[in-house]
């Protein structure tokens, strides 16, 4: 269990991603030795299960973002597995979550431009199995992302 | 910076399938994975760090370990009456620091909110005196997410 160090730590970490370890360290109060003990159990324990890479899809070319929100035909039982499945082979997607309540499930989805988008929802998105309902929202823009928790 | 999309070779998108996985990887290990030497790829992951491309990092804890056992995805309609000004309420619904992501989209609702609760009583308390109290608020639609999975992307 992460004590009350290991979460300042953290607090400060997710604030600021990018932060340096010297600086860090500085930030949350403790030795550079010990916060490299420190994020080093972390990792070990699952408490950080990952550092990941962001990529900005736009500098790439992907102009498009889609946030599409799904109903699935319960009287099959393997729908959720079926569908998530499925959604895993489309590689414009980037998030899969499932969801209690009015919709099951949502898929984040990226593409070039509008016509790719069109080709992507005919042909990968349509086609997705055991689906009930769906509705798209089209991302405009990102007013806040951030990734703290007030620990 | 100019906004023209950076166009990757497959060289690039190697390396950036492998930070996007861990981005601690150093350049030596990057360029090992992919048989480069270390200045190669250094000057690489250089080059897509100051395009924009490598846009910083995320950092994915276990949340339920910390305490925060309840992601929930929230649908905002405006109300269309004495309509509040788009600005009013992106100004209030950012201030909520339980609030991590708010998007403006379009379609069947205006806004998109990504909200991290400890319970579900914390998250009763967060949408009745945070949300449900926001300028020009209308429907609100909620869903408890249950898992996540995030993909690598078109790499």
Redesign the interface.
Known sequence: MPDATDRRILRQLLLDPEIGNAELAERAGVTPASLWRRLDRMRETGVIRAVESRIDWRKLGYEVQVSLRFTLDKTEPRAFDNFVAAARKVPEVTEIQTFLGSVDLRLSVIARDMAHWQDLYRDSILTLPHVSDSDALMLVSTIKDVQELSL | MS?A????DATDLAI?RL??????RSAAEVGRALGMTQPATWRRIKRLTE?????????????A????GVTV?L?IRLAAKGRASLEDF?RA??AI?????????????DY?LRV?ARDIADFERILRRRIMTLPGIGQV???????????P???
């Open positions: 906004d999309a950076f166009s990757p950036l930070l996007a996985e861990d981005a601690t395009a924009g491309v490598i846009a910083g990092r995320r950092i994915v804890v276990d949340e370990a910390l305490g925060f995805f649908g992106e619904v950012t620091p339980e609030v991590q992501t708010v998007q403006h989209v379009l379609g069947q609702f998109r991290r639609e909620a869903n408890v997410m249950l898992s996540e999975e995030r993909r992307g078109p790499l």
